[in-house]
């Protein structure tokens, strides 16, 4: 009964490549976001949706497009993949903006 | 630009003693706080919070003080336990131009609790 969960939890790649991590909540949250912890371990904000809406976008490049199925999914593809993109991906959720956000286990991808 | 800084990389604490995990910060519209803790392969888990209006707030064994004026929040962990031994992160919450909220989050104290 995990709360938000992961999938997969590793992922090793070629560079090039494109791929997807997908992210589910079951605590019924209606707003869901992408962190990304890099090898200096700043664990900074990517994207974040709000009733499937895109409420949040940093500065990511745009090889990175979340998609929101439904409330309680926020996928992440991410194309033609870089070695810059080796890093810990988190998903998130809360139940509104400032409310506490509950984090997935991460998925370590490494791009080779 | 590092808005949460916690420039204490470690820190190693008897069992039984206080830990004192410390986070400041730069950007004075921040108006919710929050600390983290994390194990090993693992999410991080909400740990406690405050808000900008007050100057502490207690669970339990883990208080959280806020000074305003010095841009400091600290972490007080009293008696340290060994299972409490993790990375503990800061972050702060601000109103974004998007129209919502953001964590700002800092680079994490990992906490060692000696037996």
């Known amino acids: 009964d995990t709360a938000v969960s992961q999938t997969p939890k590793y992922l090793v790649t070629q560079m090039g490549n494109d791929k997807s991590i997908k992210c589910e909540q079951n605590?019924?949250?209606?707003?869901m976001y992408w962190y990304k912890q890099d090898s200096k371990k700043f664990l900074k904000i990517m994207f974040s949706?709000?009733?499937?809406?895109?409420?949040i976008n940093e500065t990511v490049p745009n090889r990175f497009s979340p998609k929101s199925p439904d409330k309680a999914h926020l996928n992440l593809h991410i194309n033609s993949l870089e070695l810059g993109d080796s890093a810990v991906y988190f998903c998130?959720?809360?139940?509104?903006?400032?409310?506490?956000?509950?984090f997935g286990p991460g998925t370590r991808l490494l791009v080779l | 630009d590092q808005q949460v800084k916690q420039n204490s990389p470690s820190l190693s604490v008897q069992e039984g003693r206080i830990s004192i995990l410390n986070c400041d910060y730069t950007?004075?519209?921040?108006?919710?706080f929050l600390w983290y803790k994390k194990y090993p392969a693992e999410g991080p888990t909400f740990l406690i919070s405050?808000?900008?209006?007050?100057d502490k707030n207690e669970d339990g064994r883990f208080t959280v003080f806020l000074n305003k004026s010095a841009k400091h929040l600290s972490l007080h962990i009293v008696p340290s336990q060994p299972g409490d031994s993790a990375v503990y992160f800061c972050?702060?919450?601000?109103?974004?131009?998007?129209?919502?909220?953001?964590?700002?989050f800092g680079t994490g104290t990992r906490l060692k609790v000696l037996a």
């Open positions: 949706y709000n009733n499937k809406e895109l409420i």
């Open positions: 405050i808000s900008s209006i007050k």
């Open positions: 605590l019924g949250h209606d707003t």
């Open positions: 998130a959720s809360s139940q509104g903006y400032q409310e506490t956000q509950y």
């Open positions: 950007n004075s519209m921040f108006d919710y």
């Open positions: 972050a702060a919450s601000s109103y974004s131009t998007s129209g919502t909220y953001k964590y700002i």
